[in-house]
């Protein structure tokens, strides 16, 4: 007999959660499969390099989990039936079905229009790699002078802007915020900021909400045509449509609601983690979308999961910010630190140092997915049948 887990999505958070799940339950006991659509980990905080031209390092599925008792099946999941508990899936062979005990939901997000006009026809997007990698090509046929528009005055629109900048000092970058640039920062975060963009000739619109996109420009709520050649959309994230279509309990953009253990609120048999989850945090504020926050949500499902399935105590793993990293092209970055639900205090770290701060926390996130229990000890317990199957009990007694 073995209890069949199910995770879907190897981004970030599935792929912790699968390799922990791993570490911590007996392989006979339990049949752990990680479904994802490509064949191997994507870096998605790294999206804006790819689109500028750097390489990353390759990391194939099929050696990250390699003897840890976790198969990986490259597949696209098109459904989910919570109530048969099984998956759909398209794969080489053709449409499927996966039965699961347990399921873990990772499927992330994906880039978010949010049905401005044109944005679809025109605009790139960075949140994937397909189009990190068509951003990529595109950039590479535009001449000196030319103009290319980040549209987003978030995380994600700051790094990109400043690496394409970086990376094409012959271009005439410019980013469209709606609020002021950096808003979100302490003083010396955002005087920080300026200076950057300053050096690197990027002009920030602020105040500017985008609300159209054209072949050769953006325009902005007050009338104002933003000349881009090239458009890079970077305002807001939505999840993937396929919770919103199951019986789970989401939030109107589709978030599956969870408790504190990643459970599901509505079915006890799924937890949902990172992008795809709405997670309370500190403050009682939802965690936002980020690999910050996302990581932790994937050790505490799967520690509950281990939990619950062997008898052990329910964890409680803290859920906190520390930092906001942000790079500002290679050379250049800001650590803005915050308070446990991510408000910006006075203390930041800038420059080079910096840079390099960011990179080895890019380089630690991407390691975690190989290693998921970051040098805890490996303890694979038993699991206690009757617990198994009591999580199915509650849901038929809900
Ligand atoms: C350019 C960029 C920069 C960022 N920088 C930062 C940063 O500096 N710090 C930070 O904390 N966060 C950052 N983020 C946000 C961060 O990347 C996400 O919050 C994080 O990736 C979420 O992890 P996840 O596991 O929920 O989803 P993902 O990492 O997106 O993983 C989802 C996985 O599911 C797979 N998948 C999706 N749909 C299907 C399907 N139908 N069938 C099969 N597989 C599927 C995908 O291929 C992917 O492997 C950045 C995001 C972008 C786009």
């Known amino acids: 007999m073995q209890h069949r887990i199910v995770v879907l999505g190897a981004g970030y958070t599935g792929a912790v959660a699968a390799g922990r799940l791993a570490k911590r339950l007996h392989r006979e006991d339990v049949a752990i499969t990680l479904v994802n659509a490509e064949p191997d980990f994507v870096e998605r905080v790294r999206m804006h390099q790819v689109a500028t031209g750097q390489d990353l390092k390759p990391r194939p599925f099929s050696e990250m989990f390699a003897g840890t008792g976790v198969e990986v099946r490259l597949a696209q999941v098109t459904g989910v039936d919570v109530d048969r508990k099984t998956v759909a899936v398209i794969d080489a062979n053709g449409a499927g079905q996966l039965p699961y005990d347990?399921?873990?939901?990772?499927?992330?997000?994906?880039?978010?229009?949010?049905?401005?006009?044109?944005?679809?026809?025109?605009?790139?997007?960075?949140?994937?790699?397909?189009?990190?990698?068509?951003?990529?090509?595109?950039?590479?046929?535009?001449?000196?002078?030319?103009?290319?528009?980040?549209?987003?005055?978030?995380?994600?629109?700051?790094?990109?802007?400043t690496e394409i900048a970086e990376a094409r000092p012959d271009l005439d970058v410019a980013l469209a915020a709606r609020d002021g640039l950096g808003d979100w920062l302490s003083p010396k975060g955002r005087e920080h900021l300026r200076k950057v963009f300053g050096k690197?000739?990027?002009?920030?619109?602020?105040?500017?909400?985008?609300?159209?996109?054209?072949?050769?420009?953006?325009?902005?709520?007050?009338?104002?045509?933003?000349?881009?050649?090239?458009?890079?959309?970077?305002?807001?994230?939505?999840?993937?449509?396929?919770?919103?279509?199951?019986?789970?309990?989401?939030?109107?953009?589709?978030?599956?609601?969870?408790?504190?253990?990643?459970?599901?609120?509505?079915?006890?048999?799924?937890?949902?983690?990172?992008?795809?989850?709405?997670?309370?945090?500190?403050?009682?504020?939802p965690l936002r979308m980020s690999c910050a926050s996302g990581t932790p949500t994937a050790w505490q499902a799967a520690d509950a999961i281990a939990a619950r399935l062997t008898g052990g105590k329910l964890p409680n793993v803290s859920i906190r910010y520390f930092n906001q990293c942000i790079s500002l092209g290679r050379k250049e970055g800001l650590i803005q630190y915050v308070t446990a639900d991510d408000r910006a205090v006075q203390a930041v770290l800038t420059g080079r140092l910096a840079a390099v701060y960011k990179e080895l926390i890019c380089k630690s996130a991407a390691w975690g997915v190989a290693n998921p229990t970051l040098g805890l000890p490996t303890r694979r317990r038993r699991v206690t049948w009757e617990r198994a199957a009591a999580g199915s009990a509650v849901k038929a007694s809900a």
Not at 117 to 128: C, F, M, R
Not at 138 to 160: F, H, I, K, P
Not at 247 to 272: N, W
Request: aromatic letters at 4%; hydrophobic letters at 45%.
């Open 102 to 161: 347990t399921l873990v939901y990772a499927l992330g997000s994906r880039w978010n229009a949010q049905g401005v006009p044109g944005t679809a026809e025109h605009a790139h997007e960075i949140a994937s790699r397909p189009g990190a990698l068509r951003l990529r090509e595109r950039l590479a046929r535009l001449d000196a002078g030319q103009s290319v528009v980040v549209v987003g005055g978030g995380l994600t629109g700051v790094e990109a802007a």
């Open 200 to 285: 690197l000739g990027i002009t920030a619109y602020e105040h500017a909400a985008v609300t159209g996109v054209e072949a050769d420009r953006v325009t902005t709520a007050d009338g104002t045509a933003i000349p881009a050649a090239v458009t890079v959309w970077t305002a807001g994230f939505a999840v993937h449509p396929i919770a919103k279509a199951t019986a789970l309990e989401v939030t109107g953009s589709g978030q599956i609601v969870v408790d504190g253990t990643m459970r599901s609120v509505s079915h006890p048999d799924v937890y949902a983690i990172g992008d795809a989850a709405m997670v309370m945090g500190p403050g009682d504020k």
